[in-house]
């Protein structure tokens, strides 16, 4: 079962939009949630991540929102530019979850038209 | 570039042959995840190695295994390959930052098994 659930499965957006990708999980052990990037051929990189005890955290043109009694988080990118083409996957690890593994979203596939 | 290093980038191999994949973590990590990546399946954890000792499973199957050598580096060993093998596979390693642990991920070495 998928513990984390991601939505959209893809996203296209004009040059200087806002993509917005929404995450959900049941399993409140989970305390710690990664936004991960990934351009075709390489691996996930970390982008921005969050804890469940602030409701939201800006980096540069990355904002995640928090919303801990709704299980939801998402992920906001202002200004989006055709170079943050790429898919998204959004995760969550626990201390109870079975070590600090991570659990991946099925991914958002980005294409941010110029 | 996130530091960690997988060899090979890519690799083709036959149904009931038998792979190793090697992983370098960063320097001074100590703990190694290693994950699948499959169209049908997304990012699956498969086990977890900290030190040298197995830490935790995931969605490991039994003709796989894994090892973490004194030096750090990690190998996956994937035996009796079947065509459903065929993915990626990523290692991780990770840091401990503010009390949380954050997972650096590899290039990745694509298998496919014909």
């Known amino acids: 079962q998928q513990q984390v659930k991601q939505s959209p499965q893809s996203l296209i957006v004009q040059k200087g939009g806002i993509s917005i990708i929404n995450c959900a999980y049941e399993?409140?052990?989970?305390?710690?949630f990664p936004w991960y990037q990934q351009f075709p051929g390489k691996g996930p990189a970390l982008l921005i991540a969050?804890?469940?005890?602030?409701s939201e955290k800006k980096e540069g043109r990355f904002t995640i929102s928090f919303n801990k009694s709704a299980k939801q988080f998402s992920l906001h990118i202002m200004d989006s530019q055709p170079g943050d083409s790429a898919t998204y996957f959004c995760?969550?690890?626990?201390?109870?979850?079975?070590?600090?593994?991570?659990?991946f979203g099925t991914g958002t596939r980005l294409t941010v038209i110029p | 570039d996130s530091g960690v290093t997988q060899t090979p980038k890519h690799l083709i191999t036959a149904t009931g042959q038998r792979v190793t994949l090697r992983c370098s973590p960063r320097?001074?990590?100590?703990?190694v995840y290693w994950y699948q990546q499959s169209l049908d399946q997304g990012l699956q954890f498969l086990i977890h190695?900290?030190?040298?000792?197995?830490?935790a499973k995931g969605n490991i199957l039994e003709r796989f295994s894994a090892q973490q050598f004194p030096d750090l580096h990690s190998e996956l060993n994937l035996s009796s390959l079947e065509l459903g093998d065929s993915a990626l596979y990523f290692c991780?390693?990770?840091?401990?930052?503010?009390?949380?642990?954050?997972?650096?991920f590899g290039p990745g070495t694509r298998l496919l098994v014909l």
């Open positions: 399993n409140t052990a989970f305390d710690y």
């Open positions: 991780a390693s990770s840091v401990v930052t503010a009390g949380r642990e954050t997972q650096y």
């Open positions: 190695y900290y030190n040298g000792e197995e830490r």
């Open positions: 969050i804890r469940p005890d602030v």
């Open positions: 995760a969550a690890s626990g201390r109870n979850s079975g070590a600090n593994n991570l659990f």
């Open positions: 320097s001074g990590d100590l703990s």
